[in-house]
C-alpha cells in the first residue's frame, strides 16, 4: 500500500528514478545546445531566429530538472526543498516567458503582438506573490502557464515540420 513519499526520496527505485530525471535534463540542455550551435551559424534568417525561443525553453526546463533533483534527492529540510521547488518553477516558467516573447516577437500568431507576452508577465508577476503566501496555491497556478506554453510550441513544431518536409 502506498503510504506516501518520504524526501529525499530514498526507496528502492531511487537510482533509476534519478537517472531517467538525468537522463531528461541532459536531454532537454542538449536540445537547447543544438538550436544554440544552429542559431550561430545563421544569424539573420527570420527562421532561425524564432528557434532561439527553442533554446530558452530547453533551458529553462533543463534547469528545473537540476533544481528539481537537488531537491526532491538531496535535501533532508522542508524549508531548503521547497526554495528548490520555487526555483524549479521559476526557471521554466522564466524560460517559458523568453520562449513566449520571442515568438510574440515575430507576430507568429493573429493575436496582436506582446498580446500573450504581457498576459504571460501578469501571470508571472501573481505567481511570484503567490510563492511568498502559500506552496500549494503556487503549484496549483504554475498550470496556468501551460496553454501559453502549448499555444506557441505546436504552433513553431508544426513549422518546424513543413521546414523538414520541404528538405
Same mark, same amino acid.
Given at each position: 500500500?502506498?503510504?506516501?513519499?518520504?524526501?529525499?526520496?530514498?526507496?528502492?527505485?531511487?537510482?533509476?528514478?534519478?537517472?531517467?530525471?538525468?537522463?531528461?535534463?541532459?536531454?532537454?540542455?542538449?536540445?537547447?545546445?543544438?538550436?544554440? =550551435?544552429?542559431?550561430?551559424?545563421?544569424?539573420?534568417? *527570420?527562421?532561425?531566429?524564432?528557434?532561439?525561443?527553442?533554446?530558452?525553453?530547453?533551458?529553462?526546463?533543463?534547469?528545473?530538472?537540476?533544481?528539481?533533483?537537488?531537491?526532491?534527492?538531496? %535535501?533532508?529540510?522542508?524549508?531548503?526543498?521547497?526554495?528548490?521547488?520555487?526555483?524549479?518553477?521559476?526557471?521554466?516558467?522564466?524560460?517559458?516567458? %523568453?520562449?513566449?516573447?520571442?515568438?510574440?516577437?515575430?507576430?507568429?500568431?493573429?493575436?496582436?503582438?506582446?498580446?500573450?507576452?504581457?498576459?504571460?508577465?501578469? *501571470?508571472?508577476?501573481?505567481?511570484?506573490?503567490?510563492?511568498? %503566501?502559500?506552496?500549494?496555491?503556487?503549484?496549483?497556478?504554475?498550470?496556468?502557464?501551460?496553454?501559453?506554453?502549448? %499555444?506557441?510550441?505546436?504552433?513553431?513544431?508544426?513549422?518546424?515540420?513543413?521546414?523538414? =518536409?520541404?528538405?
Amino acid at each position: 500500500m502506498f503510504q506516501g513519499l518520504d524526501y529525499p526520496i530514498a526507496c528502492e527505485f531511487k537510482i533509476f528514478l534519478l537517472m531517467l530525471e538525468c537522463i531528461t535534463a541532459i536531454l532537454f540542455f542538449e536540445i537547447g545546445l543544438i538550436f544554440l =550551435l544552429r542559431i550561430n551559424r545563421n544569424k539573420k534568417d *527570420l527562421r532561425i531566429l524564432q528557434e532561439k525561443a527553442i533554446i530558452y525553453l530547453g533551458f529553462g526546463f533543463s534547469l528545473m530538472m537540476v533544481f528539481k533533483i537537488i531537491g526532491d534527492y538531496y %535535501i533532508d529540510d522542508s524549508g531548503l526543498r521547497t526554495v528548490f521547488s520555487s526555483l524549479s518553477l521559476f526557471s521554466f516558467i522564466g524560460g517559458g516567458l %523568453i520562449f513566449v516573447y520571442i515568438m510574440d516577437k515575430y507576430k507568429l500568431l493573429s493575436f496582436k503582438r506582446y498580446q500573450l507576452t504581457i498576459s504571460y508577465l501578469i *501571470l508571472y508577476v501573481v505567481f511570484i506573490i503567490l510563492n511568498f %503566501i502559500s506552496a500549494p496555491f503556487r503549484s496549483i497556478f504554475s498550470l496556468a502557464f501551460l496553454p501559453f506554453l502549448l %499555444i506557441y510550441f505546436f504552433y513553431f513544431m508544426r513549422k518546424l515540420k513543413s521546414v523538414f =518536409l520541404n528538405l
